[in-house]
């Protein structure tokens, strides 16, 4: 596991400060500035990671909006399609009764 520092916003006081531990650990300290102990959990992600992983999402979030704008289109070819579809049936039944 990487060792690393990581913010800690004390639960007593709300104030941040920096503790050394390993990722994803359970680390017990006390806070330089109230002096309370305070259980932290550790997250597993780094600041590196989360960065890197910023764009990956953000191609994520585009390619959701790509397949709604795709459904969206698929939808509206559909219902005119349907419209079509109707109108021409409603035109053979008029022809009909009008006959
Ligand atoms: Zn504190």
Redo the contacts with the bound molecule.
């Keep these: 596991m990487e060792q690393g520092y990581f913010q800690v916003t004390?639960?007593?006081?709300?104030?941040a400060?920096s503790v050394k531990a390993e990722a994803g650990a359970t680390v017990k300290c006390n806070?330089?500035?109230?002096?309370?102990e305070?259980t932290v959990a550790i997250p597993l992600m780094q600041q590196n990671q989360t960065k890197a992983q910023q764009p990956n999402q953000q191609i994520g979030k585009r390619k959701t909006g790509d397949n709604i704008a795709r459904c969206v289109i698929i939808g509206f070819v559909i219902i005119a399609l349907g419209l079509l579809l109707i109108s021409t049936l409603l035109y053979a039944v008029f022809t009909a009764m009008s006959n």
């Design positions: 004390c639960k007593q006081c709300h104030r400060f806070c330089p500035f109230c002096g309370s305070t």
